[in-house]
T-cell receptor, first 111, second 110 residues
Framework: EAGVTQSPTHLIKTRGQQATLRCSPI?????VYWYQQALGLGLQFLLW???????NRGNFPPRFSGRQFPNYSSELNVNALELEDSALYLC??????????FGPGTRLTVL | GQQLNQSPQSMFIQEGEDVSMNCTSS?????WLWYKQDPGEGPVLLIALYKAGELTSNGRLTAQFGITRKDSFLNISASIPSDVGIYFCAGAYGNNRLAFGKGNQVVVIP
């Protein structure tokens, strides 16, 4: 069974640009979660999608947004990139339990 | 948000030794999860605990869900070089939310 997949692996952008990150959950999982892991700051919850709806949102500005598609894959968009947005962005998926399975992450670098 | 205190923050151990790490909180959690993360990669789920008092093993790993539901521990027995990495605890609360510890960096000395 394939795990959570994310693309791209690495992404380099400049300040003010937009970034789009993609995630495919484990087959059968309906919930997708996005986290930011900046150096030294641990995992910070960004967004939770389930059945195509945004269910919860972490303490991040509105320029962080996303969506979940009918096939349960998800996209995270970050507008007006700032230097401090440089981080590893992790996607996780789950079925009905609390147990979340993570993807390999997308390393976003903002220059 | 919920706070998890993970200790110790880092540890250097000799190959073959056992290692223990704790995660505590003042809050109650429904589920405790332990993950391992290698540099630049995503966390990998090691053990999931769903009931207070539950003791679960996965190979050389053993973890327990504290009776008070406010803590958990993870033991690694007979450590090997590939055990090196950052170990995170996570507690599930509310509606599919996870709180994470800051991680414990384990270094295994051959």
């Amino acid at each position: 069974e394939a795990g959570v997949t994310q693309s791209p692996t690495h992404l380099i952008k400049t300040r003010g640009q937009q970034a789009t990150l993609r995630c495919s959950p484990i087959s059968g999982h309906t919930s997708v979660y996005w986290y930011q892991q900046a150096l030294g700051l641990g995992l910070q919850f960004l967004l939770w999608y389930d059945e195509g709806e945004e269910r919860n949102r972490g303490n991040f500005p509105p320029r962080f947004s996303g969506r979940q598609f009918p096939n349960y894959s998800s996209e995270l968009n970050v507008n007006a990139l700032e230097l401090e947005d440089s981080a590893l962005y992790l996607c996780a998926s789950s079925l009905v339990t609390d147990t979340q399975y993570f993807g390999p992450g997308t390393r976003l670098t903002v220059l | 948000g919920q706070q998890l205190n993970q200790s110790p923050q880092s540890m250097f151990i000799q190959e073959g030794e056992d290692v223990s790490m704790n995660c505590t909180s003042s809050s109650i959690f429904n589920t405790w999860l332990w993950y391992k993360q290698d540099p630049g990669e995503g966390p990998v789920l090691l053990i999931a605990l769903y009931k207070a008092g539950e003791l679960t093993s996965n190979g050389r790993l053993t973890a327990q869900f504290g009776i008070t539901r406010k803590d958990s521990f993870l033991n690694i027995s007979a450590s090997i070089p590939s055990d090196v990495g950052i170990y995170f605890c996570a507690g599930a609360y509310g509606n599919n939310r996870l709180a994470f510890g800051k991680g414990n960096q384990v270094v295994v000395i051959p």
